[in-house]
DNA sequence: GCGGATCAC
DNA sequence: TATGGTGATCCGC
């Protein structure tokens, strides 16, 4: 019982060339995976190569011990080595049976993965080194020289002197202290890092204007036109881009350069900072690239999947093949697909536009003194909802599905969700519908003392004005003449490709907006309850006939039975069916418009030759499948 | 669909 | 003394 894990285990077993799995290791110490998990999420941020990180970690443990924190990070620390040793047991249990199957599931889907991958991009991945460090060192000179952190409480970034000294993102300030006396903390200031941002993208739209934003500062483009246009090579545009960015704003950035954006997320950490690192687009170079990539360094594998990989003898990408005939049944599929594709090195080549993508949800949350009594609860549930009115204000989004967080005293997390029976922003609503949430979790958790609230609405529909509503009428807006649409022409086929899936965003959009709108004055007029905002439908309706979408009955929509027609249509109809009935023929499954993640996990990525091999795996990996 | 967990920044 | 906020995805049930 004295195998440990990490860095030491490394140096026991150097080499793991062998086709078979290593052999099974008995359950790592408890206290050193705790002392690894508490150097936090950003450990294999730059800056950190000169660190002792054992000492570091002696730091921190220390300074953490016996904290409400601590013990929590324990209980977690505690049940993943659990989860691992179920792991384990379970790879052993395969082991026995016969994984010939498994291999060749895994061999052909590397064979179909192996046709998708596509060198001919030129993808590069922007960071900007120290970020909010470096933008208030540009106001502040003299904290260039010294250790300096941005955020109070806990660091979201800092620069590269207090990196020397273990100081990282998402590291407690109090800990930060005693890692380096020295250190400087300023307050976050975000619409200054907004400003300065934009300044960046200014320039980044110069070589790609489709380029695609991934956070404050960071970004994709797409550089196989710039380079064409200007007969350059990938490396000498980023290396131009870069010194432009630095030119114009005093920013520094490093950049990775690859053939999809996986690769080249990777790579723009490998000089870091101000630098950048060019992989060519070869697939044996890439191959070998992953070979020795430690799976951490991945976007998407965290604390826990490294730790869960690792405790299977998986420490890099290459190390991922050997085992790939368990993954899919250790980790799930959509885990091992994604694990496939990181040992092949294969990822997006399709930049995203940020105005193209799709918000899911938008919320709120809170850290507070510690709070207990129920009225000094609600009184935080009420602001909370007060807020995330406001948030849906701004946004322009309504939310079919709301959701409670909360977290206890102990860093307990809890969530509950309702869904009221029309979308909601008010905070009036918010509240009245969260409230018994709150409620219920007060009678479930007795003495419930709480650190943290949080309220979110998902399933949202845009509040913004449609074009055309649900039943036809035409509203006056921007974007209504825009296409030349009729009240009832919907000539999707002749519209340009490029239009057509903003085309059917939209229309989805305001279906589903004017559905809501429909849903709630259903709902209300049933209760009685009188809506201001009725009119607001009305005064815009046009002076035409109308022609009724369920029972194709004609007449003015102004006339007074207009509103009771609807109702009684609606009442004999359900709304999931008008939804259905009403969605325009021409909208193929295929053309939708790809959703993407913007910040969060990154969704595992299907690949283009998988769209018509999904049925195939479907039943290949169903239970008892093939 | 719900709740917990993980992940990124 | 003391460990964030926003948004997304995946899994098991």
New binding site residues.
């Given amino acids: 019982m004295t195998a440990s894990r990490d860095t030491d285990d490394a140096a026991q077993n150097p080499q793991q060339t062998s086709d078979r799995p290593r052999p099974l290791r008995t359950p790592s110490n408890e206290h050193d995976s705790l002392k690894y998990h508490?150097l936090?999420?950003?450990l294999t941020k730059a800056g950190q190569d000169t660190v002792d990180q054992h000492k570091v970690s002696e730091v921190?443990y220390n300074?953490?011990k016996g904290?409400?924190?601590?013990n929590n990070?324990e209980v977690?620390d505690k049940?993943?080595t659990e989860?691992i040793t179920k792991i384990l047991a379970k790879r052993r249990q395969l082991e026995q049976l016969d994984v010939a199957s498994d291999l060749r599931r895994a061999d052909d889907y590397i064979a179909e993965l192996e046709l998708t991958r596509d060198l001919s991009q030129a993808i590069v991945h922007i960071?900007c080194d120290a970020?909010y460090a470096a933008v208030e060192e540009l106001d502040r000179p003299e904290l260039k020289d010294v250790p300096m952190a941005v955020?109070k409480?806990?660091l979201?970034t800092c620069n590269y002197h207090a990196r020397r000294f273990g100081c990282r993102?998402?590291?407690?300030?109090?800990?930060a202290?005693?890692l380096c006396p020295q250190l400087i903390c300023v307050p976050m200031n975000f619409a200054k890092y907004s400003a300065k941002a934009d300044e960046v993208r200014e320039v980044l739209a110069l070589y790609d204007p489709g380029f695609e934003s991934?956070?404050?500062?960071?970004a994709y483009l797409n550089l196989t036109k710039y380079c064409e246009d200007h007969s350059m090579d990938p490396q000498e545009a980023v290396s131009q881009l870069r010194a432009e960015v630095h030119e114009k704003t005093k920013i520094t950035v490093s950049a990775g350069i690859a053939a999809n954006a996986k690769l080249a997320?990777i790579c723009s950490n490998q000089n870091k900072p101000n630098g950048q690192f060019y992989l060519p687009s070869d697939r044996q170079t890439i191959i070998d690239f992953m070979k020795t990539m430690p799976t951490?360094k991945?976007?998407?594998?965290?604390?826990?999947?490294?730790?869960?990989l690792d405790a299977i003898g998986v420490k890099t990408c290459g190390d991922i093949y050997a085992h790939r005939a368990y993954l899919s049944q250790l980790?799930?599929?959509?885990?091992?697909q994604?694990l496939m594709q990181c040992y092949l090195g294969l990822g997006r080549t399709t930049i995203q536009r940020a105005e193209d993508?799709?918000?899911?949800?938008?919320?709120?949350?809170?850290?507070?003194k510690e709070l207990q009594s129920p009225d000094a609860l609600r009184d935080k549930l009420r602001h909370i909802a007060e807020?995330l009115e406001g948030?849906l204000k701004r946004?322009e989004y309504k939310g079919r599905?709301l959701?409670i967080k909360i977290?206890l005293y102990t860093?307990?997390?809890?969530?509950?969700?309702?869904?009221p029976p029309f979308a909601i922003h008010k905070a009036d609503d918010l509240y009245k519908y969260s409230l018994p949430?709150l409620e219920k979790l007060m009678k479930e958790i007795p003495n419930m003392r709480l650190?943290?609230m949080?309220l979110?609405v998902?399933?949202i529909v845009t509040t913004k004005k449609p074009g055309i509503d649900f039943f036809g009428r035409v509203k006056i807006s921007a974007t209504a003449t825009k296409n030349t649409t009729t009240a009832n022409g919907r000539d999707w086929e002749v519209w340009p490709e490029e239009e057509f899936e903003e085309a059917a965003r939209q229309e989805r959009n305001d279906e589903m907006n004017e559905l809501e709108k429909l849903s709630q004055e259903y709902e209300q007029q049933q209760q009685h309850i009188v809506d201001t905002d009725g009119k607001t439908d009305q005064e815009t309706v046009a002076e035409e006939q109308w022609t009724c979408p369920i029972c194709a009955l004609q007449q003015p929509p102004n006339d007074a039975t207009f509103n009771a027609h609807i109702d009684f249509c609606l009442s004999k109809q359900t709304i999931k069916e008008v939804v259905k009935s009403t969605t325009p023929p021409t909208l193929d499954a295929s053309k939708t418009v790809q959703?993407?993640?913007?910040?969060?996990?990154?969704?595992?990525?299907t690949l283009a030759s998988e769209q018509q091999a999904r049925e195939k795996r479907r039943a290949f990996f169903s239970p008892g499948g093939a």
Avoid: W
């Fill in positions: 508490l936090g999420p950003s921190i300074a953490s904290s409400k924190f601590f990070e977690k049940n993943l989860k960071d970020f955020g409480g806990v979201t993102s998402g590291m407690a300030g109090f800990v202290m005693k991934a956070s404050c500062d960071e997320k951490r991945v976007n998407g594998i965290g604390r826990v999947f490294e730790r869960e980790f799930g599929q959509k885990a091992f994604f993508y799709e918000r899911k949800s938008v919320g709120t949350e809170t850290t507070f807020e948030d946004t599905t959701c977290k860093y307990e997390v809890h969530t509950r969700q309702t869904t949430m650190r943290l949080g979110r998902t399933h959703k993407k993640g913007k910040r969060g996990r990154p969704k595992i990525e």
